[in-house]
């Protein structure tokens, strides 16, 4: 997928003009998660997240946007015993990793040559996979049971953009920038993956909530 996300990016670059402004970060996010059956997942309401972000200036502060972001969150489900002398806790691990793949746009409002705001919107196509095993670090084990989700929504955020250094005689900005939001997306109903011919449905959770995104990068 990341391969795809580049490789529009170069398709549509061969049609710019030479005026067009092109931008590359690296993103990490933290989004807030309401739904309380997240806690079964992960011991904290937030679910953090790194990426990478592409984009292409399509007309004056307007620059279209591609991009991916992924992270893992995880706990462990104790099971009460008879007798409490064992000297190893018994139960399972959960492990669940979700992925965001975006495309949007950005409107940029220029303060001045180092300082501008940021109004962002995209949609949003999120995968999550979640792993019980006794043995979370074994592929191994015997027990391990394996399920997918998949949801669609969009975000929208506003932010700031600072410009920490110029290069190349003020061609190629190297810039941190910050953005607050709200992401919106479709339940994500998790299924079997056993290998029969009809999925088996496990449970859902609803990932929408408010996030804080942080990232580094170019414009050039």
Do not use: C
């Amino acid at each position: 997928m990341f391969g795809l996300l580049l490789s529009s990016i170069i398709a549509f670059s061969s049609h710019a003009q030479a005026d067009q402004k092109y931008e590359v970060s690296l993103t990490s996010s933290v989004q807030w998660i309401g739904d309380p059956r997240w806690e079964t997942v992960s011991a904290t309401p937030f679910h953090r997240a790194t990426g990478i972000n592409v984009g292409m200036e399509v007309l004056d502060n307007i620059s279209f946007l591609m991009g991916f972001n992924t992270g893992k969150a995880g706990s462990m489900i104790l099971i009460p015993t008879a007798s409490d002398d064992l000297a190893q806790p018994v139960g399972f691990n959960i492990v669940t990793t979700i992925s965001q793949y975006q495309m949007g746009m950005r409107y940029r409002w220029q303060w001045n040559s180092r300082w501008a705001a940021t109004l962002t919107a995209q949609g949003q196509i999120a995968t999550a996979s979640m792993r019980m095993d006794e043995d979370i670090e074994s592929q191994g084990t015997e027990v391990s049971l394996k399920y997918r989700a998949k949801s669609f929504g969009s975000e929208i955020g506003v932010g700031t953009e600072y410009t920490m250094a110029y290069l190349s005689d003020d061609q190629v900005r190297i810039n941190i920038g910050f953005e607050t939001g709200m992401t919106k997306l479709s339940t994500l109903n998790f299924d079997s993956l056993d290998g029969t011919e009809e999925a088996i449905p496990l449970g859902s959770l609803n990932k929408s909530g408010a996030y804080l995104n942080m990232y580094v990068g170019s414009r050039f």
